[in-house]
């Protein structure tokens, strides 16, 4: 659970109770919070953020403070990753700076009483390769150019507006990567100090452009039908709240919105089946862009279009519903009254009047606002509107924002506080490690030597002395830039590895110091395994299996989970079910062999050499095969002659493709996300892509199977850390026999 305890009172049994200002003014339960009211400060992008590296400022956490009164604030959309951003000198939330600045934010917020979620943002198309990692084009679900200008930076440092590009279209072996970003975003925003998150999935930006046909043109499990098209918004829900409990997390859309050059050939079906899917989250909110927002904006009434799709989504919509756009104080009330809202966020209106709800309250006359300020620069149309306590008095808003910016610069944040300051039993930590990291994207000999700060814990999370480091393909193409390239650098790789526990944060009851431990955690902002101390969520550590060596337990916890939710989730493997597991002989498929056997299933293993068949039958193959589809299709009719129950594809190609054909009606077909999908579907057949998770659960089963299945852990090579560009080059060459790792053993491992 993340954020505060508190239990949640249903709306229905909160005392009612009529404030003075009307029912904008009522107290509402939001999640596990009860605002005071119901006036929302909406994300307003101010392009305001530091350079270099797009990290929050002092006069950001001013701003914000400076607009606590608000029932809830919504921040300016923050980009997940380099890839996501699209326009100049916006905050992100990828690196270790960006966290540091946000928790100055996120403290002023709260010292002023207020409360902050951060809206999660990948803009997609909308970006220009100025914004972009090494000036590569954006990404989007099709190939599909929007109109419009990008807001970039020149040479100068300035301000200019560049033509939109023609974006490239993300492969499907990309998803899970992107969908990796808002998981790690997450998790950092919760190192920041934020109250919960929101997901951007309007205005024409990332998200948006998968779920409208307009801009989705798509023929893979993302394109097409709508339950395909929001497939990529449901799976960074689903990554997004195992990061948060859903009830700190909510999610934007803005249907009929036409921003960003967005359409839909039928937004009603679209957006209601959308609405429809996200209901059994269980979210704090779904917060909408009005779709009537042009006619309030100018004084009409709303068209039949917009009042049709409202009352839609307000019927579908089970939880609480907030509405953005358009507003004065009088349709805010009026359409919360009649039930069409339980909030209303103001966007504009907060700009200029940082006591909104005051002011609405008492029906005070607005500031008016500096439009051509709203965008870049400092503190002039942005910490500097008055008060209506600061009208009344002497003091301008201009001394105080100085004075509050002076208190901020000061602040320290506690990420940067006591980075070698350790208690108890963990002196003996050092306050530098060795660690192997990449101070750029290329080949493997970017692999090189650093001395790091020892990571500092927080409290819920244990500090590792690591012994053993996995190495995969997912920390090749982390190198090679494909995967999270937007990370700072120095960039330590490494996924998944073995330890001794040496601090346990304060919240942490499940493992003390000194427990053998096994850990896979993707996107760790602490830094990866490739390390001497890792400091890792004690929810993504177990304590490794009786049966297991320490460097065994460093090389399975990533090809254990793959392979047993592999067998046991996607494919529900029984007793007497014929399975083939395409690239039997790595490291995924080593273990599945065993889990497999352990499950009464027959196995028909592939794999590429005649060295590889000989390793998987001694895990206990029943049948292996060179992956010749000829071969694979005679020992299959033979040994299954009513049809193959299940295929677990640890590989792609012609062989894969070929397979689905010896599967029975009925039968199963899974894959981890990564692995390329046959190109073709067969009716009848059950095609299941999946994710490895990590959690306390899913490590209690993994320790469990492989305590029941006598697992042997194949290590196909072992270097020492500092080897570890050998060690890539070794994964490069392929027809590896199991799995590589680094062997670590920092001083104080046992």
Same mark, same amino acid.
């Given at each position: ?88 000198? $916006? ?23 207020? &409360? ?20 590569? &084009? ?26 939109? =590009? ?87 859309? @803005?249907?009929? @919105? $036409? ?58 919509? +089970? ?87 002076? #208190?901020? =610069? ?37 692999? +090189? ?36 390239? /937007? ?12 330890? $001794? ?41 177990? $304590? ?66 005649? #060295? ?44 894969? /493709? ?35 998770? @990590?959690?306390? #659960? ?30 890539? +080059? ?5 027809? =590896? ?6 062997? =670590? ?6």
């Amino acid at each position: 659970m993340n954020g505060p305890t508190k239990k949640a009172v249903p709306q229905s049994d909160m005392p009612v109770k009529r404030t003075v200002g009307g029912l904008l003014f009522e107290p509402v339960q939001l999640g596990p919070y009860v605002l005071p009211h119901r006036i929302v400060m909406a994300p307003l992008t101010r392009s305001r953020a530091g350079q270099p590296g797009n990290v929050p400022t002092p006069q950001m956490a001013c701003y914000y403070a400076q607009r606590a009164s608000a029932a809830l604030i919504i921040s300016e959309a923050t980009q997940v990753s380099m890839q996501g951003q699209g326009y100049a000198w $916006t905050p992100g939330i990828h690196s270790r700076e960006q966290i540091r600045g946000w928790r100055i934010v996120t403290d002023a917020v709260h010292a002023a009483g207020g &409360l902050i979620f951060m809206q999660l943002w990948h803009v997609g198309r909308i970006s220009h390769p100025a914004l972009q990692p090494d000036r590569m &084009l954006p990404v989007a679900p099709s190939p599909v150019r929007p109109s419009g200008m990008a807001f970039i930076e020149n040479e100068r440092g300035d301000a200019e507006l560049a033509p939109f =590009v023609t974006p490239r279209a993300l492969e499907t072996i990309e998803m899970r990567y992107v969908v990796a970003q808002y998981e790690r975003a997450a998790t950092n925003a919760k190192h920041a100090g934020v109250d919960g998150v929101e997901v951007h999935a309007a205005n024409g930006y990332l998200i948006d452009q998968f779920l409208e046909a307009g801009t989705n043109r798509r023929t893979d499990a993302y394109g097409g039908a709508v339950d395909h098209r929001s497939r990529f918004l449901m799976e960074v829900v689903d990554a997004v709240t195992r990061v948060w409990s859903p009830e700190f997390v909510g999610v934007r859309l @803005s249907p009929l @919105s $036409t921003f960003n050059d967005i359409s839909d050939v039928d937004p009603e079906t679209t957006f209601s089946r959308t609405v429809e899917r996200l209901n059994p989250y269980g979210l704090a909110y779904l917060h909408l862009v009005n779709p009537a927002k042009a006619a309030l904006e100018q004084g009409k009434e709303p068209d039949e279009a917009s009042l049709r799709m409202l009352g839609l989504l307000r019927r579908r919509w +089970k939880g609480k519903l907030m509405l953005a756009g358009g507003f004065d104080r009088d349709t805010a009330e009026k359409w919360v009254g009649k039930g069409w809202a339980d909030l209303v966020a103001f966007g504009r209106k907060f700009i200029s009047n940082p006591d909104l709800p005051q002011r609405l309250r008492e029906s005070a006359a607005l500031n008016p606002g500096d439009c051509e300020n709203y965008y870049g620069g400092g503190p002039k149309g942005y910490t500097d509107y008055p008060t209506l306590q600061q009208l009344q008095s002497s003091e301008s808003a201009m001394s105080v924002d100085e004075r509050r910016r002076e #208190e901020f =610069v000061m602040t320290k944040s506690p990420i940067d506080a006591g980075i070698q300051t350790y208690k108890g039993a963990a002196a003996q930590i050092p306050g530098a490690m060795r660690a192997v990291a990449i101070d750029g994207f290329g080949a493997p000999d970017m692999l +090189k030597p650093h001395m790091l700060p020892v990571p500092r814990p927080d409290e819920d999370e244990v500090l590792i002395a690591m012994h053993t480091a996995g190495v995969g393909p997912w920390d090749a193409q982390i190198r090679e830039g494909l995967i999270d390239g /937007e990370a700072s650098f120095p960039l330590v790789l490494g996924t998944d590895g073995s330890g $001794t526990v040496v601090m346990a944060g304060e919240r942490v009851r499940r493992l003390k110091e000194g427990d053998h431990v096994y850990s896979y955690s993707w996107a760790n902002p602490k830094g990866g395994f490739y390390a001497e101390y890792v400091s890792v969520t004690h929810t993504k550590v177990a $304590t490794v299996p009786n049966s297991l060596t320490m460097e065994e337990a460093g090389a399975v916890a990533t090809t254990g989970l793959t392979a047993l939710q592999g067998i046991d989730d996607a494919l529900a493997l029984t007793k007497g079910e014929f399975l083939i597991i395409h690239g039997a002989a790595g490291g995924v498929g080593s273990v599945a062999i065993q889990f497999a056997k352990s499950r009464g299933a027959r196995v028909l293993a592939t794999a590429t050499t005649e #060295e590889g068949l000989t390793f998987v039958r001694k895990l206990g193959a029943d049948f292996a095969v060179v992956g010749s589809p000829a071969k694979i299709a005679d020992i299959a009719s033979r040994a299954a002659p009513d049809g193959v129950d299940a295929v677990l594809a640890l590989a792609g190609g012609e062989a894969l /493709e070929r397979t689905i054909d010896l599967v029975k009606r009925g039968g199963r077909l899974a894959y981890p996300n990564g692995i390329d999908p046959p190109p073709r579907k067969r009716a009848g057949i059950e095609e299941i892509a999946y994710d490895a998770v @990590s959690g306390i #659960e899913e490590f209690a089963a993994l320790n469990r199977a492989i305590e029941a299945a006598k697992v042997k852990v194949p290590i196909a090579a072992s270097f020492p850390m500092e080897r570890a560009a050998a060690a890539h +080059k070794r994964l490069a060459q392929g027809h =590896v026999l199991g799995k590589v790792v680094l062997s =670590v053993k920092a001083q104080t491992s046992s």
